[in-house]
């Protein structure tokens, strides 16, 4: 979908998308940009609500998920803003073969991402919150190289909820970043027939100001897609005994409420599956 001369690029991981980028016949400005002024708006794509997401996996997608692939499947949860399916997009879903805490060490351990994820480059946490003794905020720098000499760098919002076991973001709309706009979201379950393993879902919409070829558009469709947590699947299976870092611990009353929280959660959902 092309509207404006921007492209809406739906549930692509961030790290994935460079290597679209480089079919793009786009050369970034070679001045150098401020980053502490405001990006321009204050969010296009419809941002991701913690928790589960609504959708059911079929018999042929627990095949496909005990072989080890990655499955896409239709999104159909309901977006912050309250329109049923948000933007509209897959997420990808994935089994890891370690705990929830070793796949969260992974994931929230933005710092590490350069040594890890392919392109990164950078990716620095400016700021480390705890909110309000239920959640925890990231702000991160992240940069993605392109082709010797040239780079995108954006700035990241991310809430860290441990109650719903989600980690959603979007662009730090305080500064400027080369994406037009991002949203994301990170959602961990424990496995629901094996033990001490993970299910992961992803999903993340990327908006950026250009033109993308149709072969680009059906990459994104197809391989590009279930590549979306190859890099956590693997970090997280070699180092399974991993733990939450520290400082995105509760204390432990919290973690009492936060148990408690997934109870109830689990609950209602298993209620709601029971009555359809």
Same mark, same amino acid.
């Given at each position: !979908?092309?509207?404006?001369?921007?492209?809406?690029?739906?549930?692509?991981?961030?790290?994935?998308?460079? *290597?679209?980028?480089?079919?793009?016949?786009?050369?970034?400005?070679?001045?150098?940009?401020?980053?502490?002024?405001?990006?321009?708006?204050?969010?296009?794509?419809?941002?991701?609500?913690?928790?589960?997401?609504?959708? !059911?996996?079929?018999?042929?997608? %627990? %095949? %496909?998920?005990?072989?080890?692939? *990655?499955? !896409?499947? &239709?999104?159909?949860?309901?977006?912050?803003?309250?329109?049923?399916?948000?933007?509209?997009?897959?997420?990808?879903?994935?089994?890891?073969?370690?705990?929830?805490?070793?796949?969260?060490?992974?994931?929230?351990?933005?710092?590490?991402?350069?040594?890890?994820?392919?392109?990164?480059?950078?990716?620095?946490?400016?700021?480390?919150?705890?909110?309000?003794?239920?959640?925890?905020?990231?702000?991160?720098? &992240?940069?993605?190289?392109?082709?010797?000499?040239?780079?995108?760098?954006?700035?990241?919002?991310?809430?860290?909820?441990?109650?719903?076991?989600?980690?959603?973001? +979007?662009?730090?709309?305080?500064?400027?970043?080369?994406?037009?706009?991002?949203?994301?979201?990170?959602?961990?379950?424990? +496995?629901?027939?094996?033990?001490?393993?993970?299910?992961?879902?992803?999903?993340?919409?990327?908006?950026?100001?250009?033109?993308?070829?149709?072969?680009?558009?059906?990459?994104?469709?197809?391989?590009?897609?279930? &590549? *979306?947590?190859?890099?956590?699947?693997?970090?997280?299976?070699?180092?399974?005994?991993?733990?939450?870092?520290?400082?995105?611990?509760?204390?432990?009353?919290?973690?009492?409420?936060?148990?408690?929280?997934?109870?109830?959660?689990?609950?209602?959902?298993?209620?709601?599956? &029971?009555?359809?």
């Amino acid at each position: !979908m092309i509207s404006n001369d921007r492209l809406i690029i739906k549930f692509v991981p961030i790290a994935l998308l460079l *290597a679209i980028l480089f079919t793009l016949p786009h050369v970034l400005e070679a001045k150098k940009k401020d980053r502490n002024v405001p990006h321009g708006h204050f969010g296009i794509l419809p941002r991701y609500k913690s928790g589960p997401f609504d959708l !059911m996996l079929k018999d042929s997608d %627990e %095949e %496909e998920l005990t072989g080890g692939k *990655a499955v !896409m499947k &239709q999104r159909q949860d309901v977006a912050s803003d309250g329109v049923k399916g948000g933007s509209g997009g897959a997420i990808c879903v994935q089994d890891i073969e370690a705990p929830k805490q070793a796949v969260w060490n992974q994931i929230l351990r933005l710092d590490e991402y350069a040594k890890k994820v392919p392109k990164v480059i950078e990716s620095k946490n400016y700021e480390v919150k705890q909110d309000d003794r239920s959640c925890f905020t990231l702000k991160t720098k &992240q940069r993605l190289g392109i082709l010797p000499g040239y780079s995108y760098e954006n700035y990241y919002k991310h809430t860290y909820t441990p109650k719903d076991d989600s980690l959603t973001w +979007h662009l730090d709309y305080n500064k400027k970043s080369d994406f037009y706009d991002v949203a994301g979201h990170w959602h961990l379950e424990d +496995h629901p027939y094996k033990t001490g393993c993970t299910r992961v879902y992803y999903a993340c919409d990327i908006e950026v100001k250009t033109h993308v070829p149709r072969p680009v558009l059906n990459f994104i469709s197809s391989s590009a897609l279930r &590549q *979306a947590t190859a890099w956590v699947k693997k970090e997280s299976e070699l180092a399974p005994d991993k733990k939450i870092p520290i400082e995105y611990t509760l204390p432990e009353e919290e973690e009492e409420k936060v148990q408690n929280g997934r109870f109830t959660l689990a609950n209602k959902f298993s209620n709601k599956l &029971q009555r359809s």
